[in-house]
């Protein structure tokens, strides 16, 4: 019947408006506060969708709401609070920033109207509705861009999922389009490497340098996701800008969950035995995170710099992520722009 359905309509005056281009930034998410309570929900909207895991689904759901929600949350929660800031999750105040940074340079090297906006895949501010609110300003034509430089199924292609879900909830949908990855884009490599050495600047030079990438069950990379090989490329292409080898610039990966084998090499099993062999001096780099997060600040700037300390090492010294810098937001506006092409509205 008319009137039963759940599709969202636009309001009368957005017909009349003139088209706009939106860009659509799409990060992680985090819990609205440091608290098991904040901590529940996002971790059971994030551990609940398929792509992040992939088993049985009745069996997954009885695991996760009979054992993981009561013990989790707390966990998290005090992990949490260890980063958490006067302005709130490092993650999201410093994505608000990037995309501001990046709204800036866009409406400096380009004519015509962009709104660029910010949702998470988990939490607030929600995919849809910053959806809804961009078409109601008037874009008919979306970019996406997931804040992921690698793809994998766990984390972009989750972010596609979101999108689908919510444009099929649109009587109109806008136009669209999505950016999979920029693993391998020069201005993200170079923007890496002068990180890197504006960190050796100031802080001295560590005997290696450990990147550190987000894990994923290998059973994903088995099944097709081209996660895994990605990586491998980002850290070739940086090494070779850093002038570093293989055994200058090793790779690992960090924050497995449960007893199935992930990407290896583990990034606390490698400071560990790091540690033992009597390096003094360790610097990480995770080139895999777009902004610092709970995984960079506290999992390895806190929780590994202890293992690394208690195995025998010296000092980890943890290089951010390239956040709402200058080099990063040109990086991505640059990106946004050559996937605008041949829209109308782009070459006005």
Known sequence: ????????????????????????????????????????PYLAQFLGDRRVIEYPRLLWLAILHGVILRIRPRRAAHAYSRIWTAQGSPLRVLSEALAAR?????????????????????????VFQTIVRMQREGVRRLLVLPL?????????????DAIADSVKRLRW?????????????????TALADSVRAHWAQHGRGEMLLLSFHGIPERYVNNGD??????????????????LGDVDAII?????????????????????????????RLDV???GFAVDCLETLEEIAMQNAEFFREA???TLSYIPCLNDGDAHATMLSELVVQHLQGWPEANA
Request: hydrophobic residues 35%.
């Open 173 to 189: 949908p806008p136009e669209l389009r999505t950016i999979n990855d920029y693993h391998d884009r020069s201005g993200y490599i």
């Open 312 to 314: 025998g090492g010296g």
């Open 148 to 160: 992921y430089p690698q793809y994998s199924a766990t984390s972009t292609g989750s972010v596609l």
């Open 252 to 280: 690992s990966f960090q924050s497995r969950v449960g007893r199935e084998r992930w990407l290896h090499p583990y990034t606390d099993e490698t400071v560990r035995e790091l540690g033992r062999r009597g390096v003094k």
């Open 285 to 287: 780099i995770s080139p």
């Open 1 to 40: 019947m008319p009137g039963s359905n759940n599709y969202t309509g636009l309001a009368a005056d957005s017909y009349a408006t003139a088209p706009a281009i939106g860009v659509l930034l799409v990060n992680l998410g985090t819990p609205a506060a440091p608290t098991a309570a904040a901590v529940r």
């Open 102 to 126: 990046v709204a800036a340079r866009l409406a400096s090297v380009r004519p015509g109207p962009v709104r660029v906006e910010l949702a998470m895949r988990y939490g607030a501010p929600e």
């Open 226 to 243: 081209p996660y895994y090989d990605q990586c491998m490329v980002t850290a070739r292409l940086l090494r070779q800008a850093l002038g």
